[in-house]
């Protein structure tokens, strides 16, 4: 049974920081790209950040970029998102997500194969 489990998430000050952990088990972590999702209150589920199995490449939805950086660990099966400078509008659940796919079509949410249940994110003004 594969499981990604998110931890992390909180409730910080606009400008603060936060570190987002994913821990999966259940799958053969370093041949998979991951990546992370956010669903603010009234939203679609936006893609964030992924990053390649090699852990070589990332990529940015353009709201994020300079502030979120995704990092992976495949010794510890585990994938990262350092979130800084946070915005009221970075407000969501933040989701991890696991694809076959190669990171380039990691952007929609069909080409996800397995998700996390979630870790919310409340920055305030």
Do not use: H
């Not at 049974?1 to 259940?26: H, I, K, Y």
């Not at 099966?77 to 933040?94: G, S």
């Amino acid at each position: 049974q594969v499981l990604l489990v998110e931890s992390g998430g909180g409730l910080v000050q606009a400008g603060g920081s936060l570190r987002l952990t994913c821990a999966a088990s259940g799958m053969r972590f370093n041949t998979f790209t991951m990546g992370w999702f956010r669903q603010a209150p009234g939203k679609e589920r936006e893609f964030v950040a992924a990053i390649a199995w090699s852990g070589d490449y990332t990529y940015y939805v353009d709201s994020v970029k300079g502030r979120f950086s995704i990092s992976r660990d495949n010794a510890k099966n585990t994938v990262y998102l350092q979130v800084n400078n946070l915005k009221p509008e970075d407000t969501a659940v933040y989701y991890c997500a696991a694809s076959y796919l190669p990171m380039s079509s990691m952007t929609l949410d069909s080409a996800v194969r397995y998700w996390g249940q979630g870790t919310q994110v409340t920055v305030s003004s």
